[in-house]
């Protein structure tokens, strides 16, 4: 009872010594000014892109005329050329020993005619002699010709202006017909090629203006459309002009964006669509307060963004100042 009797006051300072807290007020919202625009369904085309790549309109596999060894490259990969250019040399020593043959017989035929002339005025020959020897300068004229120009064929030269992309023989190789010796292309003469497939063959017609995308979107025009499948993929070629522009070069990967359909989207400005994250939100305008709305957006459009849940048609989405703003913040639209 003693015990108890000691304990009771240090209870009754403690319990005097214990103050309630109470809790802090919080801070109003500030009222912020803000500009916002009715989420509202706008049409738009589907679009499927299909891959290809830039190639040159002008493009040949240059190959020898007749057969001999390379002696020499004038023309590198990368080289630019003009029409007829050598770009290599071939060693054709049977065909210059055709043209010494050639040039030989010639002689003797002229000489033959010539004297069979001087005959001929005399009357110490026949006239069919005299027509045979001519008949022979002619004959030697025509191989004297086609040897000498069999000979020519052993500079190869570049059939337009270009570049030379690559060589596909070295020095020393054996040179033929039908094996090529150099790819070269014209740079400034450009076009797109891709594959469709036959379910969206029949939205792309000749002459028609279609976006392709390189390092940034430019216009294509449909120069050709292959009239049969590869059999092995099933798809069509389709070539597209590309206008001349900086940068733009064969072997460039790009896509073509090709129609399909007509559809609707709902939009907001891109402007209006806050990450937090992995979140999306946007504010809406309600009852004079910013309503805080967890989106998912799609496509991106010139500036505006496609809108897949979060938000209805009509509804004001704030698109100023949104990184300021907090969920139930009083906010003033701009009229």
Known sequence: MKRFSLLLPVLVLAACGRHEQTPAPVPALPNVTVKAEAAKWSPH?????????????????????????VLDYTATPGAMVKAGDLLARLDVQEIQAKVD????????????????????????????EFDAADARVKIGTGAVSEAETMLGYAKVTAPFDGVVTRKLADVGDLAMPGKPLLEIEAPTSLRFEADLPEAILDRVKLGEKMPVRLAKVIEG????????????????LVKLDLPAMEGLRTGQFGRVSVPVAETKLLLVPQSAVLKRGQMEIVFVAKDGKAALRLVKTGKVLDGRVEVLSGIEEGEQVIVSDIARLADGQPVTVQP
Do not use: C, H, Y
């Not at 120069?223 to 069509?236: G, H, L």
């Open 45 to 69: 085309t589907a679009v499927e892109e299909v891959v290809g790549t830039v190639r040159s309109k002008k493009r040949a596999m240059v190959e020898a005329k007749v057969s001999g060894r």
């Open 101 to 128: 043959q050639a040039r030989a017989m010639l002689d003797q035929a002229k000489r033959d005619f010539d004297r069979q002339k001087q005959l001929i005025a005399s009357n110490a020959t026949t006239r069919q």
């Open 221 to 236: 025009t449909v120069s050709e459309i292959s009239p049969v499948a590869d059999p092995v993929s099933r798809t069509f």
